[in-house]
């Protein structure tokens, strides 16, 4: 394990990565301490007022698990697309130590994240005056915690998921913005049918915006299984294609 | 490794239970938390803090709060009356106020309902839309969702609340008004 754990880090160890999380963590304050106008424009049919500065912040905060998953994306297609997976198994890993490692770095890479965002999100709170209550309360309440770091698990498992079926660096990140489009539009046409609750179940909307899940439409069993049994159909996936690793023939 | 595997399966759906317990232990942190930012608070005379007012000074003239619900066909006709009474808009400040914040599910529909009333319908001119108070007691939001799970459409998830302020002084004040003859002016 411990073994498979370096080789699996010194993979992530790498100038792009820090570079990566430097910008992230720009672009995470930026966002999260005032929208920018454009979007102010965008989104705002009606009047803004201070009361709602903190959901918004919480909404666009929760967008970071895209990132995430792009940046798992990225480290696992590349592997698959350069063949050196494959290698890998050469040098005396198994396919099983591979899939746990890969687990156990999205593990570790989504308990970073859920720190550094909880980190400059306190910060901010607290630069913006808010009280200490309100900050427990959004910041380390039990809900969210565990809803958080689920999510960005799930969501990375997504992510590890796709890139391994498709295998292409390009592809699976075209995908992954597709599919996330495609439930965008999902979501914003059943408002207009009778069937408003679909929106709960559409994996990505529900991952990214699950405090919302939780503040205004109480999680229900159902609904607790579905994600459970998706993160499984997620793993199986996973499993079965770190089981049957070939040799990726270029064309 | 297959049984390590299923105890950290085993786990993480005990984790994700955790989020079922309790769920009324949720609503109360949260009520906690907005506290600082309740209309009760507000009106109240220690408050100093005018957060929702930046754009308005509530402490002198005359004001109409309506809290209205996200469908309910009462606030809509309170509504029309006020927009149709030039006497009641010249003499007070109407302030609307919503249930819901804007970009919650419940949201996207109060918001647009909001918007008809206001800005299409009655075309009043609400000085101030305040959202994300809720008028009513947790039991009753619980109790109309589960009307709404039914199959049950009249989905009026809260009674128009009238609050009359005059300097500062809560003139009249009534749950369930369902017109402007319920009001009571000076």
Known sequence: MKRILR????????????????????AFIVFSYDEPSFIKRFMSSNFRYNEEIIINIFYFASYYKYLLTLFIIYITSREFANNTIIRSIYEGFSRKELFVGKLAVLAILTLFVFLLTRIILMVLFLVK????????F??????????????????????????????????????????????????????????????????LYVMTAIY???????????????????????????????????????? | M??????????????????LVNPSFFDIRLKKAQQELDFGVLLRKSS?????????????????????????????????????????LNSYKIIAISP??????????????????????????????IRGIPFMTIPEYLEQKKKAKAGNNEYALDYPVVIILEDNKVVWAKKRVSGISGIEFD
């Open chain 1, 7 to 26: 080789f699996e880090l010194m993979k992530i160890w790498h100038p792009f990565s820090f570079i990566y999380w430097i910008l992230f963590s720009i």
């Open chain 1, 129 to 136: 005056g808010y009280s200490f209550n309100t900050i427990s």
């Open chain 1, 138 to 203: 959004m910041l380390l309440n039990y809900h969210f915690v565990i809803a958080e770091l689920y999510s960005c698990f799930s969501l990375g498992l997504f992510g590890i998921m796709l890139s391994s079926l498709v295998k292409n660096l390009y592809w699976s990140i075209g995908l992954f913005i597709a599919w996330g489009y495609f439930e965008y539009l999902l979501q914003m046409f059943s408002f207009m049918t009778p069937f408003q609750e679909m929106a709960n179940y559409l994996p």
């Open chain 1, 212 to 251: 919302r899940t939780l503040r205004f439409n109480e999680f229900g069993l159902l609904q607790l299984f579905y994600l459970f049994t998706l993160q499984q159909l997620f793993l199986l996936v996973i499993y079965n294609q770190y089981n049957h690793i070939t040799w990726l023939r270029k064309h």
């Open chain 2, 2 to 19: 297959a049984k390590k595997a299923l105890i950290i399966q085993i786990l993480i759906l005990g984790l994700l239970a955790l989020l």
């Open chain 2, 48 to 88: 100093s803090d005018t957060a929702y007012f930046n754009h308005l000074n509530i402490s002198k003239g005359k004001f109409i709060f309506i809290g209205y619900g996200s469908y309910s066909y009462e606030s809509s006709s309170i509504f029309k009356e006020i927009s149709q009474n030039q006497q009641i």
């Open chain 2, 100 to 129: 819901f914040t804007r970009r919650d599910f419940d949201a996207k529909r109060d918001s647009a309902f909001s918007q008809y009333i206001t800005f299409k319908y009655g075309e009043i001119d609400a000085d101030i839309i």
